[in-house]
T-cell receptor, first 115, second 118 residues
């Protein structure tokens, strides 16, 4: 069975510092991995995805994520945090069953950027 | 339509009543998902529809929960005999899955229905 874990409930970073939000997964075969963001009182928005190819993928708002197959991780990163990045971040995984398989989400990590 | 819409936006009901939640996906999107998000928690998968395939119901928490979708259009999530633990935001998402690359496509989420069971 596929699963995804976000080990940190909350991450606190000072504005201008780099940030990392962690995600690990468990699937059989090669996964499809996604990051979504949920701003207060707004719906979930897609940030980026990894399907195949380059392990470093770039997405919206200056975010990027690194796929590490040996560590089964897909950590979200940003070189310089903004206060406006404060939100709830979700990692998601789809197993390589393609469209026949569902997408499941991690428990979420609340990112707080202090000025 | 511009995006995924859900109705009602808020629903307050009494314990034991039945409720129906509606989701209108983006036109042409073949895949539709329902998730539940309890306050301050992550997304809990409920059910997944893809085209004319049998839905994946593996996330439905009990037989009080059911969902239907006609073709590639509207879906309704029904909760019978609601309990207080059903209180949550119910999120619907859709995505376009056609062809070999379709499984890679991201989901588009609706604003959710906030259900409160008194």
């Amino acid at each position: 069975a596929q699963s995804v874990a976000q080990p940190e409930d909350q991450v606190n970073v000072a504005e201008g510092n780099p940030l990392t939000v962690k995600c690990t997964y468990s699937v059989s075969g090669n996964p499809y991995l996604f990051w979504y963001v949920q701003y207060p009182n707004r719906g979930l928005q897609f940030l980026l995805k990894y399907i195949t190819g380059d392990n470093l993928v770039k997405g919206s708002y200056g975010f990027e994520a690194e796929f590490n197959k040996s560590q089964t991780s897909f950590h979200l990163k940003k070189p310089s945090a903004l206060v406006s990045d404060s939100a709830l971040y979700f990692c998601a995984v789809r197993s390589p069953g393609g469209s026949a398989s569902k997408i499941i989400f991690g428990s979420g990590t609340r990112l707080s950027i202090r000025p | 339509g511009a995006g995924v819409s859900q109705s009602p936006s808020n629903k307050v009901t009494e314990k034991g009543k039945d409720v129906e939640l509606r989701c209108d996906p983006i036109s042409g999107h073949t895949a539709l998902y329902w998730y539940r998000q309890r306050l301050g928690q992550g997304l809990e998968f409920l059910i997944y529809f893809q085209g004319n395939s049998a839905p994946d119901k593996s996330g439905l928490p009990s037989d009080r929960f059911s969902a239907e979708r006609t073709g590639e259009s509207v879906s309704t999530l029904t909760i019978q005999r609601t309990q207080q633990e059903d209180s949550a935001v119910y999120l619907c998402a859709s995505s376009l899955i056609r062809g070999a690359g379709g499984a890679y496509n991201e989901q588009f989420f609706g604003p959710g229905t906030r259900l409160t069971v008194l």
